[in-house]
């Protein structure tokens, strides 16, 4: 914390809803142990050991902490094969809060994008969406069909403070569709908030539009509602009319405007594994529950035990709570103001789940081919022991067509913020080793990729300096 000063509070701050009970040590390092474990790790901040790790924003994926409450769930799990009341649980908190009239459950987000990407996708169609995800992407690419990036063009200026930058261009989707005709089109894929642009909140205002759009072509919206309640507290903030809505009352609403959703429960809803298709339409939902039990497990638990379901269920509820998602997104603005105020260049508006640093404009010496995020995320690691990730050239992947590596506007090191986990103590650390890093930004050097896996690079390439 801040040492005292002598001057006078100017201001009445809030904290945290939640007090600690459990407490989890994490390990300090040297920088010469530092630098020889980045060096094993190829450079790759996925291939680091936890142990090796002092603050891990790596993801805010499955990495949250489970509340008192989620914990006594989990000892009430029914670990039947079929029938498990956790499922029941589960089923009726997604009908409450989400509103979708069928449950499939899912081992993560990724089980759910495979078996609505089978279920709709026939080779050649194209799907539009508030720019890509790379599982949501390649799942996509995999059954067939191609990604098409219809988000406003502000998306892609790091710098640009629209307050959704995770909009549609409507007139971009319009064309989109017309190109390819409605029937190529089995549905539009929608982020709230947009993970890859920086945790950047859609609006209610713009949803209603792309609805009123596809509905006309007879074309499904699909949500990616992996932070739908982080996206809510955006339109809560920001869009008029909604300031006394309450965060479920917003989710409830986006969800109505949609045809079914896919979810990480790893994200928004607290819990360290789990995920789930929520549907309305009677025919695919049968379609679904038939292929989750090719590939994910019966349709009354579809790869998780009977406990996660149940921390999934209370995790949604207390995902909701208008006083968490306060914190939750406060913790990350705390952040993120810091780093604006020091001159670090950073993606504006801080987004719900991170902050994500301009890697391009932080290191303007190393070329787009040297991975230039990839380069700072080991390079901060090295600093302090803070892990983070790419998002950049070596997340976007190569084409499928081509071949040929993809460089996106954005190249980002992302600090993701897990939920309840960290203290402002730990925010200021991370603040001050960007600032280090930063200020002796001519010594980063750039990458050379020496092992590149086939999908989903990121995970598993090695680098060496070059
Ligand atoms: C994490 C994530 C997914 C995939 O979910 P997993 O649980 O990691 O399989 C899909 N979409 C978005 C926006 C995500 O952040």
Redesign the pocket.
């Given at each position: 914390m801040n040492p005292p000063t002598k001057a006078v509070p100017t201001r009445r701050s809030w904290a945290e809803p939640f007090r600690i009970k459990v407490v989890e040590p994490v390990h300090t390092s040297t920088r010469e142990q530092r630098d020889r474990a980045i060096a094993a790790a190829g450079y790759n901040t996925f291939l680091l050991r936890s142990e090796d790790v002092y603050i891990d924003l790596l993801?805010d994926?499955?990495t949250s902490a489970m509340s008192d409450w989620q914990w006594a769930g989990m000892m009430l799990g029914d670990e039947a094969y079929a029938g498990s009341r956790n499922f029941y649980h589960l089923e009726e908190t997604v009908q409450k809060h989400y509103g979708y009239r069928y449950v499939v459950p899912t081992?993560?987000?990724?089980?759910?994008?495979h078996i609505l990407s089978r279920a709709l996708i026939k080779p050649g169609d194209v799907i539009p969406g508030n720019m890509y995800?790379?599982?949501?992407r390649l799942h996509q690419e995999l059954a067939g069909g191609r990604f098409v990036d219809v988000v406003i063009p502000q998306a892609h200026d790091p710098g640009d403070e629209h307050p959704f930058k995770g909009n549609v261009d409507l007139e971009k989707l319009c064309t989109v569709i017309g190109e390819a005709g409605a029937a190529q089109v089995p549905y539009v894929s929608i982020?709230g908030?947009?993970?890859?642009a920086g945790g950047q909140p859609i609006s209610l205002e713009n949803l209603k539009a792309v609805r009123e759009l596809t509905a006309r072509h007879g074309i499904r919206v699909i949500l990616?509602a992996?932070?739908l309640a982080e996206n809510a507290y955006f339109i809560q903030q920001r869009e008029e009319g909604y300031s006394h809505c309450s965060i479920a009352a917003i989710v409830k609403e986006m969800c109505s405007l949609s045809d079914g959703c896919?979810m990480?429960?790893?994200?928004d809803a607290l819990v360290n594994i789990g995920?789930f298709l929520g549907l309305n339409d009677p025919a695919l939902y049968d379609e679904a529950s038939n292929l989750v039990v090719v590939y994910e497990g019966l349709h009354t638990y579809g790869g998780m035990a009977g406990r996660d379901m149940e921390a999934v269920a209370r995790g949604i509820e207390e995902s909701l709570h208008d006083d968490h998602i306060r914190a939750r997104v406060g913790q990350v603005l705390y952040l993120g103001d810091m780093l604006r105020d020091w001159g670090i260049p950073i993606v504006l508006p801080v987004g719900g789940h991170g902050v994500f640093l301009d890697a391009r404009a932080m290191l303007p010496h190393i070329p787009r081919e040297q991975y230039p995020a990839q380069a700072l995320a080991a390079a901060l690691y090295a600093d302090s022991g803070v892990r983070s990730m790419e998002r950049g050239a070596v997340s976007a992947g190569r084409d499928p067509t081509t071949g040929d590596e993809r460089f996106p506007s954005l190249e980002l090191v992302r600090l993701t913020i897990p939920r309840r986990v960290y203290t402002q103590a730990h925010m200021d650390v991370v603040g001050e080793s960007v600032y280090y890093v930063f200020r002796e930004r001519e010594r980063v050097r750039g990458l050379r990729m020496t092992y590149e896996p086939r999908y989903l690079r990121f995970f598993q390439a090695r680098f060496e300096p070059a």
């Open positions: 993801t994926s499955g081992h993560q987000g990724r089980g759910a994008e995800f790379t599982t949501t982020a908030t947009v993970n890859m990616d992996t932070r896919t990480s429960a790893k994200k995920g």
